[in-house]
Structure formats: structure tokens, C-alpha cells
T-cell receptor
């Protein structure tokens, strides 16, 4: 049971390049999330998917797109990377089974640098 | 989403009890209070969650007064390994739309010998 996995762990891009960050969870969770964390700051929600087939914007969605490929996988795409997108990206999942509030389980993160 | 305010940093020594207070004046009726811990280069990890009064688990206690406008995370007898950033979050499941969490800057706890 690996929990939440993310690939790659590290990535360096040039401005204008595109890439997709992959996330997968093996806990049969309904909801998945993408956050970014800049140095010395808390996490900010980029996009989330409440259930398979649905996605919605979070606090900082500009410059990103997401795909909920199936219940296990939730990818984050940068179509044209910018230096302002240099950050650590965390994927998370939660059961969201209808109870009032659920714990979120986080992956190890992807450290992205855009030159 | 309710905004939270917590101290930027705290220092403690091994073996002491640490209390971190978070204020959330505009907490909504449906909101729960949750605390996460984050070590450097790792994702946050859930510590404890509560709605009102007191909640205790094997690692921490959470005290929530009746008005729910603040909460206090209590870590008994901290050790060096408790050095981390602690986040107070307020949020809840609304209309089946998923848990939208707002992380503040957190409290950097430093534990020394």
C-alpha cells in the first residue's frame, strides 16, 4: 500500500516548456487535490477533484490544467511553464465519503524549477 | 473559507508541553478544525481534528472553546523530532464538493535539548 505517489520527484524546465506532473493513490479515495508550496509559505490549492469525472478550480489555478484520468490518477499540466511556477507541488487525496470532514493524505512532492 | 491566524514561530525544550493557539473568528457552522504537521521536504501529515470541546489521540490534544473562534493544539512532552511546521486549518465538506482546505503560513516549532 504505497499511499499517494508522485512523479517525477525533481524537474527543471525552461520557460515555455510544457510538462505533466503525475499523481496516483491506491487508497480508493474519491477526492484528489493539487497544491503548490512556495518557500516559507503554506500550501495553496491549485485544483481539486471531488470525485472521478469532476474537477474544479482552487485558489491559484491560472497557468495549470488538470485531468482526473480515473479514480486513482490525477495529473497536473503546465502548458507553458513560467519562472513564477517554480515551486514544490504536492498531490493529496481524501475519502470524502459524505462524513463531515476527512483527513487528506499527501504525496512526497515534486520540486519544479523553471529557468 | 475561514481564515486562520497562528504564531509564526515557537521555541521549546525537550520534555515540555507545547500549546499552539489558532484563531478563526469567522468559522462556519459546518467547519471542522484540523491540524497538520510538516517536516522539511515532506508533505503535510494529519495530526488531529475536532469540532468542539476536547479531542485527544495518541500524539496530541485539541481544545476548542464553546464559541469555536479559536483552538489550541497541545503536544505533551515534545522531543527533538517534533520540530516541524504546524498548520491549523478550518474547513469542511460542503455539498459533496470535496474538502477545500486553506493553509496559512503555519507555526514553526523548534525543540531544543
Amino acid at each position: 500500500n504505497a499511499g499517494v505517489t508522485q512523479t517525477p520527484k525533481f524537474q527543471v524546465l525552461k520557460t515555455g516548456q510544457s510538462m505533466t506532473l503525475q499523481c496516483a493513490q491506491d487508497m480508493n479515495h474519491n477526492s484528489m487535490y493539487w497544491y503548490r508550496q512556495d518557500p516559507g509559505m503554506g500550501l495553496r490549492l491549485i485544483y481539486y477533484s471531488a470525485s472521478e469525472g469532476t474537477t474544479d478550480k482552487g485558489e491559484v489555478p491560472n497557468g495549470y490544467n488538470v485531468s482526473r484520468l480515473n479514480k486513482r490518477e490525477f495529473s497536473l499540466r503546465l502548458e507553458s511553464a513560467a519562472p513564477s511556477q517554480t515551486s514544490v507541488y504536492f498531490c493529496a487525496s481524501s475519502p470524502s465519503d459524505g462524513s463531515s470532514y476527512n483527513e487528506q493524505f499527501f504525496g512526497p512532492g515534486t520540486r519544479l524549477t523553471v529557468l | 473559507l475561514a481564515k486562520t491566524t497562528q504564531p509564526i514561530s515557537m521555541d521549546s525544550y525537550e520534555g515540555q508541553e507545547v500549546n499552539i493557539t489558532c484563531s478563526h473568528n469567522n468559522i462556519a457552522t459546518n467547519d471542522y478544525i484540523t491540524w497538520y504537521q510538516q517536516f522539511p521536504s515532506q508533505g503535510p501529515r494529519f495530526i488531529i481534528q475536532g469540532y468542539k470541546t476536547k479531542v485527544t489521540n495518541e500524539v496530541a490534544s485539541l481544545f476548542i472553546p464553546a464559541d469555536r473562534k479559536s483552538s489550541t493544539l497541545s503536544l505533551p512532552r515534545v522531543s527533538l523530532s517534533d520540530t516541524a511546521v504546524y498548520y491549523c486549518l478550518v474547513g469542511g465538506l460542503r455539498g459533496g464538493g470535496g474538502n477545500k482546505l486553506t493553509f496559512g503560513t503555519g507555526t514553526q516549532l523548534k525543540v531544543e535539548l
